[in-house]
């Protein structure tokens, strides 16, 4: 199928781009790899009346050490942020989760910030930047602000960003020394996850010190598994000891129900897959 | 170093058949350069888009179409209503009796649709995005039906899906051992066995799958020469010729049908289409050039989809496990429409229930029923798939009640070797097999006991990983089909195939098939055939198919029939051709025809080395300079041949999955599939073949099915939701073979195209169901999610504790 008309902008800077927005508003649509709203427009899904491509603005892409967390593009390829060698030294959690982000040639268009501005409960990053604490800096007509990831996921496909405005980069805070693991868990390896966890721990000898657990599609938004969190700090890093921290995982999800899974098996799963992401993450047998 | 060589004498070429040739055909279709129908540009060509029914069953009350004639650059805008006395019928082919209950089929729906996804409108514009933005333009305007979506509540009549019928049984066919005469009454074996025996009742679930071929369908239609040309991604350019000038009037010799290069069908092109029908429609109406292409969406939603059965099975045993009588009650889930063979693809099932088994008596019901459903016909094995997976699990079942080995338990029942041929409680001849020797080498290749020592390690340890193992000893009947079975069978057409070959001056070799490759490699087997059969280069033989106006007779490609029928009418030709050659080549040598042998690509006389080629002969032909009296100067010759037997392939598949017994995920493995599949034209195209099919039925058993909710719509409507798998997704097979050539045709082949798919679905749910057996499971529906299988498990454990 071919989308319905539309008009067509490239905008080379962030202010073009606002400016865009700000003149065509609900109109519009932001074209950032394109790997969701393609699809979305050939199957005639959403007709918009303009498509806003910001795959020319150049400051909005790569990644950058910014002392004490690292900057990531919003218009950085999944495949730039697989192989950048600060993301895999300070946010291991982040290169997991994209090592296993749809396929290969989806990880060369699609972009970070375009995958979290879409906000898809099934995306591989929501809940990892959400684990990590992440801030997105959102630019608008009024200059920019900054939100916590814990404030960026409102609901299904809907995040903090308005109408006028574009998600310009990830602030990510390091994460040196922690190990990170990304159990994602589908029946076909190009399918969006049933379910995932994204789990990172910093160990104190054979303790895990502190741990971070976010879950993919255990609601409409990514989750934190606060409650998993607290119960593993200070714990042995044991098969046993993280089982018991890990049956609180799926404590306060709302779950889908759709063809893979029904909300009970989907709470059951992510209970054992916690336990398993954790104990990845803290280099134990994940078994 | 230099080779001297005596004049006239060459080196004998090499024996083609059994050279894992590469495929002739790859170069161009792997680097796209090639002519698919959707690649065809012909000067001022239109395009087409459809209005498809969003209701699965409504009356169409009104069609506005005032806002898209307006629109920009169309040229044409139709509904069913206005073309219902000019748009033909889409054919039903195979009607099994004069019984049947089937619905008027009209290309594009009149004032009722039946389906959600059939066609209520067609936009012809100047671009294929005009024609798509013109089409949302039109308003149609629905009177919603009550629906009947579920097969078994379809079967109770409560709900019709066209009421004009009165009925949703559109046909009941039987098999009785008992009255054909072929075995015993199936009735008193099950009373015997449970006076004395063992008998097995279960019930499966055969989902209903969509083919999901790469190429989608597409066809163009261009009216501005004397005949009508038509280009269509089809499986069957003669039959879909046939059927048009049938069904529109439109005389058989005014219309070309063209298949080029076809990117796969599994039967799913193997229809005659709305599509295709609109579109031949859509050219005579403007007189114009016309595509229409078909997106991925449409495609899932109304191409035909496959199986969708439920199958009752009752089997009776003695004690020992030798099993006495089987009773098979199929549903069948028609959808809306009877298509081109649809009504008879359960039927296919008949012969194929009793498997490789030997047992007394067998009768053999099924029912089939209309639903609110997109239609269901052939899907690669067609029937006998179904029926494989319902013997392989039941006799899976049988062993498991007996606490026995499935292979020792399925070895007490099969043909052994020495009995061929045998003719089975289905009144089937076999000609030719050994299963003795398949099981043996699968469970060699496999490991088969240290794998289930493996399983007892892992049983004893409790280990949450659990390894089982599953076992299919199958065979099936290729080579649809001797023309006087399927008249028996009021199926529409024969079964004979035609080959025709042509001697060129040059001495170059052109070989026209009847048959219809979309992805089989037939152009590197045929040519491989002939090279032999003539002894020409390899190099030498052009392979020509696919156009009505240069393969003028044929069948086409479905039922694994090319090269077991196709390929025995090559062998014909060619020998024909040699014939032919005889009475010029004897001229020419100065010797009688009686004394010349034919060797090597020469015809030689006996006891010299006086000789020519065959190539020689045909320039001479050509020629024409000194010819015998009365000899026509034409070497060409042709064959249409009719088999007399279907051919029976078998083969025995082992396969090892481990079940995650806390997540429900499964995970292959090793797959051993042993197949004897007579002798081998080319092993390279065999093992292709064996490995898409393989990954085909394991799909089946893992991950594809076609899912409606209650309103009739296709929820599993994209690939994001109708689960295919990609090579990451498998593992690597071992394949080999066990030999027992077919004894009803020359080069004793037997068939390849749907073996792997028939026989793996079984053996991965055996193997799934065999890894947790020991926790209470006993059958777990397909496809084997995880979430089933947890929930299988779950279930066992739960009625365990009470």
């Keep these: 199928m071919n989308p319905a008309p539309f008009e067509y902008l490239a905008p080379t800077t962030v202010d073009e781009a606002v400016a865009a927005l700000v003149e065509h508003g609900d109109e519009a649509k932001i074209l950032a790899g394109g790997q969701s709203l393609l699809p979305v427009l050939r199957m005639r899904l959403n007709a918009p009346e303009w498509v806003i491509d910001l795959g020319r603005i150049e400051t909005l892409r790569g990644v950058r050490d910014a002392g004490d967390h690292l900057v990531i593009g919003a218009m950085t390829t999944h495949d730039q942020v697989l192989h950048d060698p600060l993301v895999h030294e300070h946010a291991l959690l982040v290169t997991k989760a994209v090592t296993q982000l749809a396929d290969a040639q989806v990880r060369h268009r699609g972009t970070f910030g375009g995958a979290l501005a879409h906000a898809d409960p099934g995306g591989d990053l929501g809940a990892p930047t959400l684990a990590l604490d992440a801030t997105f800096v959102i630019t608008g007509p009024s200059g920019t602000r900054s939100v916590p990831a814990a404030e960026f996921f409102v609901d299904l496909f809907e995040t903090a ?98 063809l893979n899974g029904d909300a009970e098996y989907r709470r059951h799963l992510a209970t054992v897959l916690t336990r398993r992401a954790v104990l990845a993450a803290a280099g134990r047998n994940g078994t | 170093m230099t080779a001297t060589q005596e004049p006239g004498l060459k080196e004998a070429p090499t024996q083609e058949i059994g050279r894992d040739r590469r495929r002739k055909e790859d170069q161009r279709l792997i680097t796209g350069r090639t002519r ?91 671009s294929a995005a005009e024609a798509q933005d013109a089409a949302e333009l039109i308003d149609v305007e629905y009177d919603e039906l009550p629906a009947v979506i579920d097969l078994k509540r379809a079967a109770a009549d409560d709900v019709l899906a066209h009421p004009d019928l009165g009925t949703n049984i559109s046909s009941v066919w039987t098999l009785d051992s008992a009255e054909g005469g072929t075995g015993g009454n199936v009735d008193e074996a099950i009373a015997e066995a449970r006076e004395n025996g063992i008998v097995i009742e279960r019930e499966y679930r055969q989902q209903r799958l969509i083919p999901a071929f790469m190429e989608p369908r597409s066809t163009v239609v261009d009216p501005t020469g004397e005949q009508y040309v038509v280009w269509s991604a089809t499986q069957i350019p003669h039959i879909a010729r046939f059927l048009l000038a049938a069904t529109t009037g439109t005389p058989e010799s005014k219309i070309r049908y063209i298949a080029p290069d076809v990117g796969g069908g599994f039967g799913g092109k193997l229809q005659t289409t709305p599509e295709e029908w609109l ?160 099981t043996a080498r699968s469970k060699e290749l496999f490991g088969y006991d240290e794998l289930r020592a493996e399983q007892q390690r892992r049983r004893d340890a409790g280990d949450p990983v659990q390894l089982g193992i599953g076992v299919s000893t199958y065979t099936e009947m290729c080579g649809l089909a001797p023309s006087r079975v399927l008249g028996q069978l009021n199926y529409g057409a024969g079964g004979w195939e035609h080959a025709e070959i042509r001697m060129l001056p040059t001495g170059k070799v052109e070989v026209i098939t009847g048959t219809s490759p979309h992805g089989q490699g037939h152009e590197t087997a045929w040519s491989q055939i002939v090279a032999d059969r003539l002894g020409v280069p390899f190099e030498d033989v052009e392979v020509l198919h696919g156009d009505t106006q240069i393969s003028v007779r044929g069948l086409d490609t479905y039922g694994s029939r090319s090269l077991v029928i196709g390929g025995e009418a090559l062998v014909r030709a060619a020998d024909k051709v040699v014939e032919r050659a005889k009475p010029l080549a004897a001229h020419m040598l100065e010797a009688s025809p009686d004394d010349l042998e034919f060797a090597g690509g020469r015809l030689q006389v006996r006891g010299t080395d006086q000789g020519v080629t065959i190539q020689e002969v045909a320039t001479a032909a050509w020629t024409a300079h000194d010819l015998p009296d009365g000899l026509e100067p034409n070497l060409d010759a042709s064959a249409t041949y009719d088999p007399v037997n279907f051919s029976f392939p078998h083969g025995t598949h082992l396969c090892a999955m481990e079940v995650d017994t806390e997540t429900g995920r499964v995970r292959m493995r090793k797959y051993v599939a042993v197949d004897d599949i007579g002798n081998i034209v080319n092993p390279l195209i065999v093992s292709g073949q064996v490995h898409g099919g393989l990954v085909q039925g394991i799909s089946q058993a893992l991950w594809e099915e076609a899912v409606h909710d209650e309103g009739g719509t296709l929820v599993s409507g994209t690939l994001v939701d109708y689960l295919l798998p990609t090579a990451a997704d498998t593992i690597s097979f071992e394949t080999d073979h066990t030999t027992s050539p077919s004894t009803t045709n020359t080069l004793g082949t037997k068939g390849v195209g749907e073996a792997g798919t028939i026989a793996s679905t079984p053996a991965v749910v055996n193997a799934i169901v065999d890894a947790v057996r020991h926790l209470g499971v006993t059958d777990i529906r397909m496809p084997c999610s995880p979430e089933r299988v947890w929930r299988a498990i779950q279930q066992a454990q739960k009625g365990a504790g009470q």
């Design chain 2, 36 to 126: 698919w129908t959707d690649n065809i540009v012909l000067p001022g060509m239109l395009h087409i888009a459809m209005v498809r029914s969003p209701f699965a069953h409504a009356r169409i009350t009104g069609v506005d179409t005032e806002a898209a004639k307006a629109a920009p650059n169309v040229v044409d805008v139709f509904t069913g209503s206005e073309v219902a006395d000019v748009q033909g019928v889409i054919a039903n082919a195979w009607p099994l009796s004069a019984e049947q209950k089937a619905p008027d089929h009209p290309p594009m729906a009149v004032d009722r649709v039946a389906f959600a996804g059939e066609i209520v409108a067609v936009v012809v514009a100047r």
């Design chain 1, 161 to 258: 960003i308005g109408e006028d405005e574009i998600l310009t980069e990830v602030q990510v805070p390091k994460y040196d020394g922690w190990g990170a693991h990304y159990e994602k868990f589908v029946r076909v390896s190009h399918q969006w996850p049933i379910i995932a966890v994204a789990a990172t721990v910093r160990l104190d000898g054979d303790t895990i010190a502190e741990a971070r657990v976010g879950l993919t599609n255990m609601g409409s938004t990514p989750v934190r598994a606060t409650a998993v969190e607290e119960a593993l700090a200070g714990q042995p890093a044991t098969p046993d000891a993280v089982q018991q921290a890990a049956a609180h995982a799926a404590d306060g999800t709302s779950p889908p129900t759709d």
């Design chain 2, 279 to 438: 579109t031949f429609l859509a050219a005579k109406r403007t007189g114009k050039p016309v595509k229409y292409t078909e997106s991925r969406s449409e495609s899932l939603m109304s191409g035909h989809h496959g199986r969708d059965q439920w199958q009752r099975l009752t089997l009776a045993a003695t004690k020992e496990g030798r099993v006495t009588g089987l009773k098979v009650d199929l549903l069948a889930d028609m959808g809306a429409y009877i298509g081109i063979v649809g009504g008879g693809v359960p039927v296919l099932g008949a012969w194929m229930f009793n498997s490789i088994y030997k047992w007394d008596a067998y009768r053999f019901t099924t029912t089939q029923v209309l639903t609110n459903k997109t239609w269901v016909d052939a899907y690669r094995g067609a029937g006998r798939p179904e029926a494989t997976y319902g013997i392989e699990r039941l006799m899976t079942e049988l062993a498991a009640e007996l606490g026995k080995d499935p292979l020792e338990v399925r070895e007490m029942n099969w043909i052994k070797h020495d009995e061929f041929p045998f003719t089975t409680v289905a009144g089937m001849t076999y000609d030719s097999g050994d299963y003795e020797a398949a």
